[in-house]
Structures are given as structure tokens and as C-alpha cells.
């Protein structure tokens, strides 16, 4: 469990839904959406200087959509491990006068887990309200610049914050399924393939 969490006040609130993802505002507290929302996100590096540990998208994706990018161009979707670490995407909101982006904090099956599978904890700094599930599928997370969390639709574009991997690995999947992409259940069973 990474014990680092920072849930704004009454956050999560989107309490009966999955599909939520989670996002840092620009107060530092988190959030939840839904995962379709589109916002802009951190991705996660691998770079031992802590001031490039994270990069900031600013191009508008879903939750899913900034996590293939990430994936594809960096590490991973950010994952924040201490306080320090969410002042890192807090100061990139403040630089870039943005108001919150997608982290690697999801919401499956009514677990809030970070990309690695491990959960997040209760004493997360979520933004007051946050998470609430306003429109019932918010299953992402955003940070503001204040490093508060708040849920939101996957689908919503936002920017958003990689971790960056020395190692880029590229491969083609062809799907066969009735399903949606964007559908988490459609999504994990890609990625367990990919694995």
C-alpha cells in the first residue's frame, strides 16, 4: 500500500460506481471522474533527479487514452508516493496555469488501486466533495495544483502526468470483442495480453 494520499474534503464522492479514475487539482488535493472525461495528465519517468520524475501532457485524453501514451512514451500514468511528490505536479499546474490533470489512481471494482495494484490509502488527500461520483461513472483520478484529488470520468480530456521508462516497448493487438476500448473490463484484458 502506498501510504500517500491526498482526497480533498468529501472526495471520493463518486462512492456507487466503478470505472472511476482519479486526478491532482491544482490545490494538491485529488479528486475523482469518470475516466472518460478528458483531461491533461502526468506521466511517470524513470529518471533519478526528482525534478523529472514526472512529465506533464498538456493534450486533452481520456484516462485510458493517457495511459497508452504514457505507456507508449514514457513509464506510466504518475503515481504519487509522498507529499513531495505531489508538490512536483502541483508546481507543473501552477507553471502551465492549469487546474488538474489524470494520475495513475483508478477505481476497480470499488477498490481505489494506483497502476502497480496497490491500493490507496484512506487518508488520501481528496479535494472537499471529492470523490463523489457526480455522474455515476466517474472512475479516474485527478490532482489539482494543490495536489487534492478529485474523481472524473475516464473519457474527459485533460492533461496529465507520465512516469518516464528508459525502455520503450512497442506492440501491435488485434481485438475481437463487442466491447467498447474504452470500457475498463475490455481495456484490463488487453493489457493482462500485453503483459
Same mark, same amino acid.
Given at each position: 500500500m502506498?501510504?500517500?494520499?491526498r482526497w480533498?474534503?468529501?472526495?471520493?464522492?463518486?462512492?456507487? @460506481?466503478?470505472?472511476v479514475c482519479?486526478f491532482?487539482? #491544482?490545490?494538491?488535493?485529488?479528486?475523482?471522474?469518470?475516466?472518460?472525461?478528458?483531461k491533461?495528465f502526468?506521466?511517470? @519517468?524513470?529518471?533519478?533527479?526528482p525534478?523529472?520524475?514526472?512529465?506533464?501532457i498538456?493534450?486533452?485524453?481520456?484516462w485510458?487514452?493517457?495511459?497508452t501514451?504514457?505507456r507508449?512514451?514514457?513509464?506510466?500514468?504518475?503515481?504519487?508516493?509522498?507529499?513531495?511528490?505531489?508538490?512536483?505536479?502541483?508546481?507543473q499546474l501552477?507553471?502551465?496555469?492549469d487546474?488538474?490533470?489524470?494520475?495513475?489512481?483508478?477505481?476497480?471494482?470499488?477498490?481505489?488501486?494506483?497502476l502497480?495494484? @496497490?491500493?490507496?490509502?484512506?487518508?488520501?488527500?481528496?479535494?472537499?466533495?471529492?470523490?463523489d461520483?457526480?455522474?455515476?461513472?466517474?472512475?479516474?483520478? @485527478?490532482?489539482?495544483?494543490?495536489g487534492?484529488?478529485?474523481?472524473?470520468t475516464?473519457?474527459?480530456?485533460?492533461?496529465?502526468y507520465?512516469?518516464e521508462?528508459?525502455?520503450?516497448?512497442?506492440?501491435?493487438v488485434?481485438? #475481437?470483442?463487442?466491447?467498447?476500448?474504452?470500457?475498463s473490463?475490455?481495456?484490463?484484458?488487453?493489457e #493482462?495480453?500485453?503483459?
Open positions: 502506498i501510504s500517500h494520499s480533498d474534503f468529501s472526495e471520493p464522492d463518486l462512492v456507487g @460506481t466503478n470505472q482519479a491532482v487539482k #491544482k490545490s494538491g488535493r485529488w479528486g475523482d471522474a469518470y475516466c472518460s472525461d478528458r491533461y502526468f506521466c511517470q @519517468t524513470d529518471s533519478d533527479f525534478y523529472n520524475k514526472f512529465k506533464y498538456q493534450i486533452s485524453m481520456n485510458h487514452e493517457a495511459q501514451h504514457c507508449t512514451n514514457y513509464k506510466d500514468l504518475a503515481t504519487v508516493r509522498d507529499d513531495f511528490e505531489n508538490q512536483l505536479l502541483v508546481d501552477y507553471m502551465h496555469f487546474w488538474d490533470g489524470w494520475i495513475g489512481l483508478s477505481k476497480t471494482v470499488g477498490q481505489w488501486l494506483w502497480n495494484q @496497490t491500493f490507496v490509502s484512506p487518508s488520501v488527500k481528496w479535494l472537499n466533495g471529492q470523490p461520483n457526480m455522474s455515476g461513472d466517474e472512475e479516474c483520478a @485527478t490532482a489539482n495544483n494543490d487534492e484529488l478529485a474523481d472524473d475516464c473519457s474527459d480530456p485533460l492533461p496529465f507520465c512516469r521508462n528508459g525502455r520503450i516497448q512497442r506492440v501491435r488485434a481485438v #475481437k470483442s463487442d466491447g467498447h476500448l474504452d470500457e473490463a475490455v481495456m484490463e484484458a488487453i #493482462k495480453k500485453v503483459r
